[in-house]
T-cell receptor
Framework: AQSVTQPDIHITVSEGASLELRCNYS??????LFWYVQSPGQGLQLLLK??????LVQGIKGFEAEFKRSQSSFNLRKPSVHWSDAAEYFC??????????FGTGTKLQVIP | EAGVTQFPSHSVIEKGQTVTLRCDPI?????LYWYRRVMGKEIKFLLH????????ESGMPNNRFLAERTGGTYSTLKVQPAELEDSGVYFC?????????????FGPGTRLTVL
């Protein structure tokens, strides 16, 4: 069965610092991988997705993620965090017509 | 273009009562999904409609949950009777295509509290 692990429940970073959110997945074939963000009172918004090709994926709001098959990872990165990035981030995996499976989320706090 | 909307935003009911959640997908999206997040846990898939048909309802917890999508437009999710463990945030999402690489657009969720 497919699964996603986000080992960090809560992360705090200073504004302007770099960010990396970890995601490990389990999937029997080539996965489709996603990162979503949920700001307070909002629905989930897709940041980026990977299906094939270049393993470094660029998304919205200056985020990027790198697919590493050997490590079954899809970590999300941002070089310089802004206060508006404070939110909850979800990694997800799917494939073909299979339903999408989400991780438990990582809450990001940004301090001045 | 309007996004996915959900009603109500919050609902507080007592154990044994009935609650109906509503989701209006983005116009033209044939695929509609329901998810649930219990506090601190992952977002779990409940079911998937393609137009008015249930494509996959493998995530529905039990027969106290009934989802409908009459006419292939909006959808309702009824919980009857509600139990304490049904508390959580219920998300609805819609997409144009069914293949999982199609972006799912999420609503803001309905927070259900069962006392």
């Amino acid at each position: 069965a497919q699964s996603v692990t986000q080992p960090d429940i809560h992360i705090t970073v200073s504004e302007g610092a770099s960010l990396e959110l970890r995601c490990n997945y389990s999937y029997g074939a080539t996965p489709y991988l996603f990162w979503y963000v949920q700001s307070p009172g909002q629905g989930l918004q897709l940041l980026l997705k990977y299906f094939s090709g270049d393993t470094l994926v660029q998304g919205i709001k200056g985020f990027e993620a790198e697919f590493k098959r050997s490590q079954s990872s899809f970590n999300l990165r941002k070089p310089s965090v802004h206060w508006s990035d404070a939110a909850e981030y979800f990694c997800a995996v799917g494939g073909g017509y299979q339903k999408v499976t989400f991780g438990t989320g990582t809450k990001l706090q940004v301090i001045p | 273009e309007a996004g996915v909307t959900q009603f109500p935003s919050h609902s507080v009911i007592e154990k044994g009562q009935t609650v109906t959640l509503r989701c209006d997908p983005i116009s033209g999206h044939d695929n509609l999904y329901w998810y649930r997040r219990v506090m601190g846990k992952e977002i779990k898939f409940l079911l998937h409609f393609v137009k008015e048909s249930k494509q996959d309802e493998s995530g529905m917890p039990n027969n106290r949950f009934l989802a409908e999508r009459t006419g292939g437009t909006y959808s309702t999710l009824k919980v009857q009777p509600a139990e304490l463990e049904d508390s959580g945030v219920y998300f609805c999402a819609s997409s144009q295509g069914a293949v999982s690489y199609n972006e799912q657009f999420f609503g803001p969720g309905t927070r259900l509290t069962v006392l």
